[in-house]
């Protein structure tokens, strides 16, 4: 899915935000809004999101010295959700139907983003736990694939939501691979915040070899595409994997909300809605030639 205009906008929100969250002086977040304006106006929007955000934040990386500036963002997250977790498991285990219980945790963790439209207060605002309907719901089609598959990936997003996907492949009850980014960006989760949300306990942590806030394919390492290639449901969390997916031939599975109007309108849902979408381009394997 390439980008679009208004992703400019969105992009230049996350540049000011990540400025704050360094503590810039104001000249100084000056200089990273003019740098970061002069990247965006010779890139080539003819990639993913998720692509354009890689670069750009590779650049934010240089000039702020910080390679990781969420970092004790992400930690902190992970320990509200992680005070959530026992009554989030006693509440899936008294529910009719535990699995659907864990899969709409997970979903509603996807709010815990920096990247598009931040909720800086998730935690104490719990209305985030009251889904409503999905927009888009394709839980029938994905439990008959879950019974049939027997090599599931999935594919992580944000640290913090990491603890809720717990949740969720807790309820699998099949070996599950939990993928992560090689290195940090932004919010989302390496393997050294999924270790910290205990998910090593319930999943195989893998690395993508992937820094971009989505898995790009091109990018990935090849001991991860041959795992891909090899396995027969892949369930992808969050927007800028769908961003970088959802053209892919492939067993995927789409959770996310939709965070912005460019994927809102791709999908033919309202912006902020909540989705389980199998892939337009569902297919048994995926087709990589590697």
């Known amino acids: ?29 000056q200089t990273m809004a003019r740098e970061a ?33 969420y970092a004790e963002i992400k930690k902190d997250n992970i320990q509200k959700a992680l005070k959530l977790y026992p009554e989030l498991k006693q509440t899936v285990e008294a529910s009719a139907d535990p699995l659907r219980a864990a899969l709409e945790i997970s979903l509603a963790g996807n709010i815990i983003d920096f990247g598009a439209n931040a909720e800086d207060d998730w935690l104490s605002d719990r209305r985030f736990l009251s889904l409503g309907s999905l927009a888009l719901d394709d839980y029938d089609q994905l439990i008959k694939d879950l019974e049939r598959a027997t090599s599931i990936v999935f594919l992580g997003d944000n640290a913090g939501e990491t603890v809720f996907d717990r949740l969720f492949i807790e309820r699998i009850s099949k070996k599950v691979r939990y993928a992560v980014r090689e290195k940090p960006i932004i919010n989302d989760a390496t393997a050294e915040e999924a270790c910290l949300s205990g998910l090593p306990e319930v999943a195989e942590v893998i690395s993508s070899g992937c820094r971009a806030p989505g898995t790009v394919i091109s990018q990935c390492s090849a001991d991860f595409l041959k795992i891909l290639k090899e396995s027969q449901l892949i369930i992808a969390k969050g927007q800028g994997n769908f961003e970088c997916l959802e053209q892919i031939p492939g067993p995927f599975y789409f959770l996310l909300k939709a965070k912005c109007e460019v994927v809102s309108r791709y999908l033919g849902v309202e912006k902020g809605s909540l989705v389980l979408t199998k892939s337009r381009n569902f297919q048994a394997k995926l087709a990589l030639n590697i």
């Open 1 to 29: 899915m390439k980008a679009a205009a208004e992703c400019y906008l969105c992009l230049m929100s996350q540049v000011l935000r990540t400025s704050r969250v360094l503590g810039l002086n104001e000249a100084l977040s």
């Open 37 to 69: 304006c002069a990247f965006l106006a010779e890139t080539d929007f003819d990639r993913t999101p998720p692509e354009i955000s890689e670069d750009l934040y590779r650049l934010l990386s240089e000039l702020s010295g910080n390679e990781d500036p």
